[in-house]
């Protein structure tokens, strides 16, 4: 069983910062892409930002400059540093992985809500 647990999120005022964090556990293959997603009310769950394990990012362009993704490959983590948050980043993050057979594993999600 393949558990990622996600921690940071809150509600923050426009121009603040989060740092959003995903740990992954259990059994599976090697992790190939780590990454997360935002599901706004009503809408579909989108890329926010991705990162291969040799550390190719690539970002939604509603972030680039602003949120920054990392992973640490020995501890299974990846990270999601977001500045200059505005309101329109309001929505629920989800940690995704895949492993190397392409299997991809979801967290639970954690809100982020940005307001003054």
């Known amino acids: 069983q393949v558990q990622l647990v996600e921690s940071g999120g809150g509600l923050v005022q426009p121009g603040g910062s989060l740092r959003l964090s995903c740990v992954v556990s259990?059994?599976?293959?090697?992790?190939?892409?780590m990454g997360w997603y935002s599901q706004a009310p009503g809408k579909q769950r989108v890329l926010v930002a991705r990162i291969t394990r040799d550390m190719i990012t690539n970002y939604a362009d509603s972030v680039k400059g602003r949120f920054t993704i990392s992973r640490d490959n020995a501890r299974n983590t990846v990270s999601l540093q977001m500045n200059s948050l505005k309101p329109e980043d309001t929505a629920v993050y989800y940690c995704?992985?895949?492993?190397?057979?392409?299997?991809?594993?979801w967290g639970q999600g954690t809100q982020v809500t940005v307001s003054s």
């Open positions: 259990g059994r599976f293959l090697s992790i190939r892409d």
């Open positions: 995704n992985v895949e492993d190397s057979m392409s299997f991809n594993y």
